[in-house]
């Protein structure tokens, strides 16, 4: 079993930033993909930003490009997500998630984290 954790969340306030780490530890395994969703209180969880190993891209939410940015190691599994210039609209649980089959952007992943809460205020 694989487990991704999340950490990094917290209070901020609005024009601070954060940056937000996952892991994933359990058994071995080599991720093609890691990324991050969010779900705002009252609304469906929405794809956030995501980074391809094998092939050397990233994809990231048109409404946050220019302020948040992905990055991550694949020999150890690990994604960050850097979230500058924060704004309320960006509260929400941020999640983790890793594929080990997809190149790009998968319909569905095989792995999602706990979530972490991000709480900015005006």
């Known amino acids: 079993q694989v487990q991704l954790v999340e950490s990094g969340g917290g209070l901020v306030q609005a024009g601070e930033s954060l940056r937000l780490s996952c892991a994933a530890s359990?058994?071995?395994?080599?991720?093609?993909?890691m990324g991050w969703y969010r779900q705002a209180p009252g609304k469906e969880r929405e794809f956030v930003a995501s980074?391809?190993?094998?092939?050397?891209?990233?994809y990231v939410l048109d409404v946050v490009k220019g302020r948040f940015t992905v990055s991550g190691e694949s020999a150890k599994n690990t994604v960050y997500l850097q979230m500058n210039s924060l704004n309320p609209e960006d509260t929400a649980v941020y999640y983790c998630?890793?594929?080990?089959?997809?190149?790009?952007?998968?319909?569905?992943?095989?792995?999602w984290g706990q979530g972490t809460q991000v709480t900015v205020s005006s």
């Open positions: 998630v890793a594929d080990e089959n997809e190149d790009g952007l998968p319909e569905i992943w095989d792995y």
């Open positions: 359990g058994r071995a395994f080599t991720s093609k993909t």
């Open positions: 980074i391809s190993w094998s092939l050397g891209r990233t």
